[in-house]
């Protein structure tokens, strides 16, 4: 696709946030999967269930742009989210508890890129359509920049409150 106007643009940014959320949906399976803290594990399958209604919303915006869903592929976050597998198949290859809390530290490092990713894109998505005239666009990209950002919190909040000080300690007790 050619990039000769903001429309052109928007178009983009919308098929690539199609294209990533539709592997993060194919992705956090995996993640719930290989984590092991409760809290952690609840955290990954409430955003999946939320990321469900991001693509949905994403079909709103091409429906309002007269436009069936078309995916272009999401190099960005493909790439982030083969290393998050990488973490799983690594923490895979070692069963010991000491070495789950670690996993569920990486793990919430691997899926905070990824929220990164996705607050930059939606931000970027909202103010693209708000420019363009697109007032609903606009609108539901902002609810999900504010679902991205409640999740990116959420994971901090699970790594500093628990996750990680259970891993550094584990690490004092090996040495």
């Known amino acids: 696709m050619k990039l000769q106007s903001m429309q052109d643009l928007f178009t983009y940014e919308v098929q690539d946030l199609y294209s990533a959320e ?4 194919d992705a956090l399976p995996q993640m719930i999967e290989a984590a092991v803290a409760p809290e952690l594990k ?3 399958d409430e955003h999946l269930a939320q990321t469900r209604q991001h693509v949905e919303r994403l079909e709103r915006i091409f ?4 436009q069936s869903p078309e995916s ?3 190099e960005g976050l493909e790439g982030i989210l083969d290393e998050g597998k990488s973490i799983i198949r690594a923490g895979s290859l070692v069963k010991s508890a000491v070495d789950d809390r670690v996993r569920d530290a990486a793990l ?4 905070q890129r990824v929220e990164h990713y996705e607050i930059a894109a939606y931000g970027c ?3 693209y359509a708000r420019w363009l005239g697109m007032d609903e666009a606009a609108r539901l990209a902002e609810q999900t920049l ?3 950002k409640a999740a990116d919190q959420k994971l901090t909040t ?3 409150g628990f996750i990680n000080a259970q891993a550094a300690a584990a690490d004092r007790k090996a040495a």
């Not at 539709?22 to 949906?25: A, D, G, L, P, R």
Request: with cysteine; proline share 0%; hydrophobic share 45%.
């Open 22 to 25: 539709q592997m993060i949906v």
């Open 42 to 44: 609840r955290a990954f």
């Open 125 to 127: 998505l909202k103010t």
């Open 158 to 160: 699970i790594a500093e």
């Open 63 to 66: 429906e309002s742009m007269g």
């Open 108 to 111: 919430i490092g691997a899926a």
């Open 146 to 148: 504010d679902d991205e």
């Open 72 to 74: 272009q592929t999401c």
